[in-house]
Structure formats: structure tokens, C-alpha cells
Nanobody
Framework: QVQLVESGGGLVQAGDSLRLACAASGRTLSNYAMGWFRQAPGKERESVAAINRSGTSTYYADSVKGRFTISRDNARNMVYLQMNSLKAEDTANYYC????????????????????WGQGTQVTVSS
């Protein structure tokens, strides 16, 4: 089992940047494909970005493409989400998640495919 803890959220203004971090413990992170999701009040959880085990393949939701970057450091058991040019509509609770599904190339934007979730970190962007 892997435990995930997110950090780095906060209150920022539109146009600012934030870097979210997800620290994993319990298992070697390189065994898992990772994803970042977000959920705003009254809305369903949505995929933001995903990355395969080696970090060689990534996925981004259209709404964040060109502004957000997902990365991982398997040696440090860390996953990051660099968020630039933040908008008010990016306001949400952000979660990282891990899945053991698939092979080394695998990544997923579907919440149902993820086995482990962090507790979330709140990002609030004021306009």
C-alpha cells in the first residue's frame, strides 16, 4: 500500500503560479502511474494531468494544457504539478493518485482506475 500526501496549495491571484507536491511513502513510487485530479464544490472530480511510471509520457486536460506541467522524481518518491497562469476556474481541491495498473507505458485520466489517493490540497485563485 502507498500513502500519498499533497502540499503546496494556497490562495493566489489570477496569473500567479503554484507548485503542488505529492509525497509518497510505503512503496516505491516507480511502481505506479500517477495522476493529479481536482474537484470544485458541486462538481465532479476531474482529471488534470497524468504521468506514466518512468515519466516519459504525460496527459493533460485541455483546460490546463500549456499552463500546467506534471513531473516526477522516482528517486525521491515525489510527484509535482507546476501550475502557471492560474485562473479563477482552477480553484478546487487538488488530489494526487496512484495506480498499479498496466505496464510501464500506462497512464490514465480516469479516477476509477486509481487505487490510492491523497487527502487533497486546496487551491484558490482570486480574480
Amino acid at each position: 500500500q502507498v500513502q500519498l500526501v499533497e502540499s503546496g496549495g494556497g490562495l493566489v491571484q489570477a496569473g500567479d503560479s503554484l507548485r503542488l507536491a505529492c509525497a509518497a511513502s510505503g512503496r516505491t513510487l516507480s511502481n505506479y502511474a500517477m495522476g493529479w485530479f481536482r474537484q470544485a464544490p458541486g462538481k465532479e472530480r476531474e482529471s488534470v494531468a497524468a504521468i506514466n511510471r518512468s515519466g516519459t509520457s504525460t496527459y493533460y486536460a485541455d483546460s490546463v494544457k500549456g499552463r500546467f506541467t506534471i513531473s516526477r522524481d522516482n528517486a525521491r518518491n515525489m510527484v509535482y504539478l507546476q501550475m502557471n497562469s492560474l485562473k479563477a476556474e482552477d480553484t478546487a481541491n487538488y488530489y494526487c493518485a496512484a495506480t498499479a495498473m498496466g505496464s510501464s507505458w500506462y497512464l490514465s485520466q480516469k479516477p476509477s482506475t486509481y487505487d490510492y489517493w491523497g487527502q487533497g490540497t486546496q487551491v484558490t485563485v482570486s480574480s
